[in-house]
Nanobody, 120 residues
C-alpha cells in the first residue's frame, strides 16, 4: 500500500517554476510519527538517486549545493504534507523526484515518484 504520494511534476521550460507536493495516502500515516526527517530525492537516468533537500520534524533544512537558492522545502505536520518549491529550473534538474520519510528507527518510506522535465 502506497503511503506517500507525490504530485506536481511536469514539463517546464528552463527558468520556470514547479511546486511538488507529497501527501500521506491515508490517515494511518502520520508525518509527526513517521517523518523524523523528510526529504526530496531525485534520480536522473543513469545516475544515482541523490538527496535534493531534507527537513527535520522541527523544521531544520538542508539542501544540495546544486539547488541552494532555487529550491525551498517545507512541511506541514498537521496536514501531513511536504512541499518542494522549485524556481529557476535548469535542464539538469530533470529527474524523477521522490518523497521520503524516515522515522526515528531509520525506516524509510517512499512515494512512487513524479517526473520533472526541464526543457532547454
Amino acid at each position: 500500500q502506497v503511503q506517500l504520494v507525490e504530485s506536481g511534476g511536469g514539463l517546464v521550460q528552463a527558468g520556470g517554476s514547479l511546486r511538488l507536493s507529497c501527501a500521506a495516502s491515508g490517515s494511518t500515516f502520520s508525518f509527526t510519527a513517521m517523518g523524523w526527517y523528510m526529504g526530496w530525492y531525485r534520480q536522473a537516468p543513469g545516475k544515482q538517486r541523490e538527496l535534493v533537500a531534507s527537513i527535520s520534524r522541527i523544521g531544520s533544512t538542508n539542501y544540495a549545493d546544486s539547488v541552494k537558492g532555487r529550491f525551498t522545502i517545507s512541511r506541514d505536520n498537521a496536514k501531513n504534507t511536504l512541499d518542494l518549491q522549485m524556481n529557476s529550473l535548469k535542464p539538469e534538474d530533470t529527474a524523477v523526484y521522490y518523497c521520503n520519510a524516515r522515522n526515528f528507527a531509520r525506516d524509510d518510506f517512499w512515494g512512487q515518484g513524479t517526473q520533472v522535465t526541464v526543457s532547454s
